[in-house]
């Protein structure tokens, strides 16, 4: 199966420009995440994800540490985006999300920054945290297409999403990578600060799977389409695997492909959380991969 990008035959038809347009005045009056600030970012002004108009980016590179199906040969070509719409306090990436490191840079920079991946070999080009710069990379992406990028795009976010703002980008994105980080909504506003994370992760998803359908390979066994869920196993059972599998299974897909991770340890603000504050021991992920064959999934990341 060779991959070609729907976002190519937007550009074509002239869509892609309205997509732009769209996504760009939102940011006039910022609802792009359910956190809704109404902040005018247009404007200067910034809310919770502290970034305003033009995109900023932390780092960029081919990255051999995502799943198998993205990494393939060459690597997933990552680019970093900075900040975060979520404040979970155990965050292995703290110092980009929460503590903002990066530099802004323009709509041409970071086209250049796909173009850069995509000659280095790179099977797609993996926004992480995307969510709060949608505009951003839709801006920056006719540059990209214009200097010949031809390979997917992997919209790689925390979950907590907006369905308007991803029915924008139906056809601009052929891979969604989603956490579904708690099957809990008072324990994700505990641990991640934000309200009803549940209810949007699980609208999310489905709009994600709506446009995408569950994950295709071609014959490198490389990703091309569809969705690719990722649930990290927390302490105490935090995480909720048993609703979130079960909700996969039963609402999305039994087919869906999902990463259950097992690299939780204190990082950031965790130590001040007793139940956080140490690594998941090899029985609770023993237990979430169990919890996930019982619910009725078996494209596990890693397990056979």
């Not at 066994?221 to 059972?237: K, N, S, T, Y």
Request: glycine share 10%; net charge negative; hydrophobic share 40%.
């Amino acid at each position: 199966m060779q991959a070609v990008p729907s976002y190519l035959r937007l550009h074509e038809s002239g869509e892609l420009a309205r997509r732009i347009e769209a996504a760009r005045s939102i940011l006039g009056d910022c609802t792009l995440c359910p956190r809704h600030c109404h902040v005018n970012r247009l404007q200067g002004e910034r809310g919770a994800c502290r970034v305003g108009r033009v995109p900023m980016v932390s780092s960029f590179g081919p990255h051999f540490g995502e799943e198998r199906p993205l990494v393939g040969r060459y690597g997933s070509g990552t680019i970093f985006l900075t900040s975060c719409n979520l404040r979970c306090v155990f965050c292995q990436n703290y110092d980009i999300s929460q503590l903002a490191m990066g530099s802004e840079a323009s709509p041409a920079e970071l086209g250049e920054m796909m173009l850069s991946l995509w000659r280095q070999g790179c099977h797609n080009i993996n926004f992480v945290t995307p969510t709060h710069q949608v505009p951003q990379i839709l801006v920056a992406l006719p540059h990209a297409i214009d200097g010949g990028l031809d390979i997917p795009l992997v919209y790689n976010c925390g979950g907590y999403e907006e369905p308007a703002t991803l029915r924008l980008l139906e056809g601009v994105f052929d891979i969604y990578m989603p956490d579904f980080k708690f099957g809990d909504s008072a324990v994700a506003e505990q641990y991640s600060g934000v309200p009803h994370y549940v209810e949007s992760a699980e609208e999310a998803l489905r709009e994600m799977h709506r446009q995408v359908g569950p994950l295709l390979l071609d014959e490198r066994g490389v990703a091309v389409r569809g969705l690719l869920v990722r649930h990290l196993v927390l302490p105490e059972g935090l995480a909720g695997t048993r609703r979130v599998m079960g909700f996969i299974a039963r609402e999305i897909s039994p087919d869906t492909y999902v990463n259950i991770m097992d690299q939780y340890h204190p990082c950031f603000r965790a130590a001040e959380h007793p139940h956080l504050n140490r690594r998941i021991t090899p029985e609770e992920f023993a237990e979430a991969l169990a919890i996930a064959r019982a619910e009725g999934l078996s494209r596990l990341d890693g397990f056979p």
